[in-house]
């Protein structure tokens, strides 16, 4: 079955008991069909692809065109999962009118049907606002949101004091207020995402943000054993990387051994 945006915002409160939301990110077509061939709900065109495919730092340097071309391709290959693309940095915050069409851009180019970005401050509220009522359907991210990696002082566990924990509730709540359908908890401890997860009707899926949300993401360059480091909260299914550089050193063997072709 095809996964719409209404079945996930209404995936809690059927009131009937359901099975978590698995969700995994993808950056070209292959990664695309492997996700979507593999059954996720969700597949997310994250900006980590900044670093996990184009070798940036940061999230950061990430362009709105860079992001468009990603998200086209990783459309290609994937047929049922809902598609999520994420907002580049500063292609949402100056102003109002630039997050629409940011966002515009993104469904009309690449026919993904929603688009995440990033906080929960009131600009960004007031983004989710505008974008909702235009009928662009946004995912929300609070907790670590890389964006504000320089803001946060690295990649670190947010929420951990009373107040800080108050203000990543106070946010998620805001965000759903304006119509996110959906929001990515990003490396919280496990109690208050298991606060948010209560306190909230739309879903939650975390990162790093343990067992009490209603799904769960990963980057799947981490998953598959691809990217060089991978975060804590990760967990590597398969050492793809490690396989695919003896794959290629047999074939550079060959060839120069003359065994290949044959
Ligand atoms: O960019 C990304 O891949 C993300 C996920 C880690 C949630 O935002």
């Given at each position: 079955m095809v996964v719409t945006v209404d079945r996930i915002a209404q995936w809690k409160q059927t009131g009937k008991p359901v099975q978590p939301l698995a969700v995994l990110t993808a950056w070209d077509v292959i990664s695309g069909q492997i996700v979507d061939q593999a059954g996720a709900d969700i597949v997310l065109v994250g900006d980590s692809l900044a670093m996990v495919a184009l070798g940036y730092d940061t999230t950061l340097p990430l362009s709105l065109e860079e992001m468009l071309i990603c998200a086209k391709a990783v459309r290609r290959g994937v047929k049922k999962a809902l598609l999520v693309v994420d907002l580049p940095f500063l292609s949402y915050q100056p102003s109002r009118v630039e997050a629409i069409h940011a966002a515009g851009r993104v469904l009309k180019e690449t026919g993904a049907q929603a688009v995440k970005l990033e906080g929960g401050h009131g600009a960004v509220v007031e983004r989710v606002q505008d974008l909702v009522q235009w009928g662009i359907p946004v995912m929300g991210h609070v907790g670590l949101t890389p964006q504000s990696v320089n803001q946060l002082g690295g990649f670190r566990q947010q929420g951990q004091s009373a107040a800080a924990a108050d203000r990543i509730l106070t946010e998620a709540q805001a965000l759903e207020q304006a119509g996110a359908f959906a929001i990515v908890l990003e490396h919280i401890p496990a109690e208050l995402a298991g606060t948010i997860t209560k306190a909230l009707k739309i879903p939650t899926i975390g990162i790093g943000a343990g067992?009490?949300?209603?799904g769960q993401v990963l980057v799947t360059a981490d998953v598959l054993g691809l990217s060089v480091w991978q975060p804590p909260f990760a967990k590597v299914y398969a050492q793809l990387r490690q396989q695919a550089i003896a794959a290629a050193q047999q074939f550079c063997g060959e060839v120069r051994a003359g065994q290949f072709p044959n």
């Open positions: 067992i009490h949300c209603d």
